[in-house]
């Protein structure tokens, strides 16, 4: 892979978090009700970002969980599938909660999906919202954001890597093609 250019320095990334962080509230009139939920892994990571950003504006910890939707993906073959499809856990509970589901690049919306179908195996939200940090475009399913950070058009050659820490060393957007 080739570096094609960085879309976004920590800077960036800080502010658009720390904005996404402020629509979340304005929507849902404060956090009565509203509980995070990332997808594993960078989403996991941006979501704990959001809810500290939260807790820090508003003096009250919001629910935080993250979520593997590994299992409920429906890009992989069944023939290639070695496990079973397991209830996801979540420490809290999120029936009749407004959901705040997080991930780092909005692509096909195929996670997205998988992560939808995930959160209604453990319970019945009274309403899933999304919030992303990078929507690259070449949507497969409708599916649509209600918060996002940076909308980046892109080829399908190009791949949009979002670096943050614990899984690396800086916090950026980076646009990379492949060779």
């Known amino acids: 892979m080739t570096e094609k250019a960085?879309?976004?320095e920590e800077s960036a990334v800080v502010r658009a978090l720390t904005r996404i962080s402020h629509e979340i509230l304005e929507r849902n009139k404060g956090t009565d009700?509203?509980?995070?939920?990332?997808?594993?892994?960078r989403g996991a990571a941006l979501a704990r970002i959001i809810a500290d950003n939260i807790e820090r504006f508003?003096?009250?910890a919001?629910?935080?969980a993250d979520i593997d939707v590994g299992h409920y993906r429906d890009d992989i073959k069944a023939e290639h599938i070695l496990f079973e499809?397991?209830?996801p856990e979540l420490p809290f509970s999120i029936e009749g909660k407004k959901v705040i589901l997080v991930d780092d690049v909005l692509y096909t919306g195929r996670t997205v999906r998988a992560a939808i179908e995930a959160i209604f195996?453990?319970?019945r939200p009274a309403a899933i919202q999304l919030a992303i940090l990078i929507d690259r475009g070449h949507r497969e399913l409708p599916i649509r954001a209600d918060y996002v950070g940076k909308n980046i058009p892109t080829s399908r050659s190009e791949l949009i890597c979002v670096h943050i820490p614990p899984f690396d060393d800086e916090t950026a957007v980076k646009l990379t093609e492949n060779d």
């Open 121 to 123: 195996t453990v319970g």
């Open 85 to 87: 499809r397991k209830k």
């Open 33 to 41: 009700g509203v509980c995070l939920i990332g997808i594993k892994s």
């Open 6 to 8: 960085v879309i976004m």
């Open 58 to 60: 508003e003096k009250v």
């Open 62 to 64: 919001v629910p935080c």
